[in-house]
């Protein structure tokens, strides 16, 4: 027999889970909603330098007014219209989100016990009987099994603090927004797709002219794949489509990327599975209703002997390069502490064959610390990648910040990180708190925006700052959204906007620039939701 007791990696799962959840406590109160025809612009910048920046969304419609639409999610442009999802969280459901029923006790040992049939005599409701028989503990299955039922037990607890994603629909031209997925009475669908437990808009695409949008949900039921030709919508992926949740498989709970390449469509998925049948998978379609699997298990299939324990959970992101599909992964082991930490990029180039990058220093560019490639880009032939990094390192948060290569499909170069001689070409433009590229996207006018995620509020409370936004010209860094330096201080000004969580350009060839914050709730007071702002090239 064997008992699962241990602290250290208790306390480790328990910080992650907090760390998702983005947790401070919060009393929950009312809050005003408002219909698409009341949803209006704040804050037009009057200011002689900053007359070229609008808030579209914020203060009284902040999240599209409803506070718990805490981030921006997928942005897209669709048929000349800006398509923006929201995220979100409910903290006033925190401590309901455990409660779960008998019904969802039973599927989670059926989906999460089944693979292990052959190491368990009992299979008994995993509270009412927390001890494991186990017949081989060799190879840590005793922690690799509690690590699997913890972590898919914390991301449906989060799924369960949501009360759905929202989807709008916004058209410069007549400066109207119109909520597509929602609570409106006019809204196409309802709230979270029908289903409160999609808690995000997780990616979108257009694809053979149609919109494909992807959901972040519970591992009871797995990710949702919509997509819609300006009038109809229809569920591909899921429940009522033809491959149900999850791409048939409950713990793929998010799509978490998306990419066309050589007439598919490519969905890389999120999958917390901590066994050697877990981690990400990568599925395509031709048509949007037929799909098959191209990766399993993390890449496991193609890792060396030495890498088998590597736990590739997300397939992060994804990019089109010379001919082959990249795929950036974000490595469980670096929370964990775990062998053959930090982050991995893959590609291939008839989307089943499948070759490992070497990177600089190998796995993690030599830093297990970075554990995850959030964004990739092409920009001026090369492409630009940026890491995620560990916010809860064992040597104090303020260690290492995200760093930013760039490839041309033999060399590599790194622009930010510690062989920096400039400041602010240092970890995370000069600050180790900037922890995420949490987006990057290359303009009209040849310029990459980088923006990030700050998580100094986290550890150091109000004496901090917001998200930063940067662009690169080729030659030189420039802020545009930091204290002192910038167009406008960090976070918009609010320290709670830690994250610049998406940036696209809008219209097309305009070269102005629309931003998405992710923003932290405030301590003991009702949630204020998202903003969304907006740069125009030229002055208004």
């Known amino acids: 027999m064997a008992i699962i007791t241990n602290r250290k990696n208790f306390v480790l799962v328990i910080i992650l889970f907090l760390f998702l959840l983005n947790i401070t406590p919060c009393i929950s109160g009312t809050i005003e909603f408002y219909s698409k025809n009341s949803l209006k612009h704040n804050k037009d910048i009057n200011n002689e330098i900053f007359n070229n920046w609008k808030q579209l969304i914020g203060e009284e419609n902040a999240g599209f007014g409803k506070g718990t639409n805490h981030a921006i999610r997928g942005l897209e442009i669709y048929k000349d219209e800006l398509y923006v999802g929201t995220q979100s969280l409910n903290k006033s459901k925190f401590w309901k989100s455990y409660y779960i029923g008998n ?31 186990i017949l081989d503990v060799k190879n840590n299955y005793p922690l690799m099994l509690w690590l699997d039922i913890s972590l898919n037990l914390g991301m449906h607890a989060r799924a369960r603090m949501s009360d759905g994603c929202e989807l709008w629909r916004y058209n410069s031209s007549f400066d109207e927004w119109f909520q597509l997925v929602g609570d409106n009475l006019t809204s196409d669908l309802p709230v979270g797709f029908g289903d409160t437990d999609n808690i995000a808009v997780s990616v979108m695409k257009d694809f053979k002219g149609k919109l494909y949008v992807g959901t972040w949900s519970s591992p ?121 930490a930090g982050c991995q990029l893959w590609k291939t180039s008839n989307g089943e064959d499948w070759e490992k990058v070497k990177c600089p220093g190998g796995d993690g560019f030599g830093e297990k610390e970075n554990y995850g490639i959030r964004c990739m880009a092409v920009y001026n032939d090369e492409l630009y990648i940026a890491t995620a990094t560990d916010g809860y390192q064992p040597n104090g948060p303020n260690v290492q910040g995200f760093e930013i290569y760039k490839y041309d499909g033999e060399n590599w170069t790194e622009l930010i990180g510690e062989g920096g001689i400039d400041q602010h070409e240092k970890d995370g433009f000069g600050s180790k708190w900037n922890k995420y590229v949490w987006s ?49 201080d960090s976070g918009f000004g609010c320290i709670y906007n830690e994250g610049a969580r998406g940036i696209i350009e809008y219209p097309t060839g305009s070269g102005n620039m629309v931003i998405g914050t992710f923003k932290l709730m405030k301590p003991f007071k009702t949630p204020e939701g998202c903003e969304l702002w907006i740069r125009y090239e030229k002055i208004q």
């Not at 066309?260 to 998978?281: A, H, R, S």
């Not at 700052?465 to 802020?479: A, F, L, R, S």
């Open 220 to 340: 009871l039921k797995g990710c949702e794949i919509w997509r819609y030709d300006r009038s109809t919508w229809e569920q591909v992926v899921g429940k009522n489509a033809l491959i149900k949740g999850g791409f048939n498989d409950s713990k793929n709970i998010a799509a978490w990327c998306i990419e066309e390449f050589n007439d598919y469509l490519y969905v890389g998925t999120m999958n917390w599975g901590y066994t050697k049948n877990g981690g990400c998978q990568i599925w395509r379609t031709q048509d949007g209703v037929h799909w098959s699997k191209v990766l399993d298990r993390g890449f496991r299939e193609f890792l060396s002997e030495t890498e088998q324990n590597v736990h590739n959970t997300y397939a992060w992101s994804a990019e089109v390069y010379q001919d082959h599909l990249y795929i950036g992964t974000f490595n469980t082991n670096s929370v964990f502490r775990f062998e053959n």
């Open 440 to 488: 990057m996207v290359v303009s009209s006018d040849n310029k990459l925006w980088v923006g990030t995620l700050n998580m100094q509020i986290r550890m150091l409370g109000e004496n901090t700052k917001g998200c930063e936004v940067w662009y690169y010209d080729g030659m030189n860094w420039v802020p545009i959204v930091k204290d002192h330096v910038g167009e406008i």
């Open 103 to 133: 019904l969802d006790y039973r599927a989670l040992n059926q989906n999460y016990l089944s693979e292990w049939h052959p190491y368990i005599f009992m299979k008994k409701s995993l509270f009412s009987n927390p001890m494991f028989r």
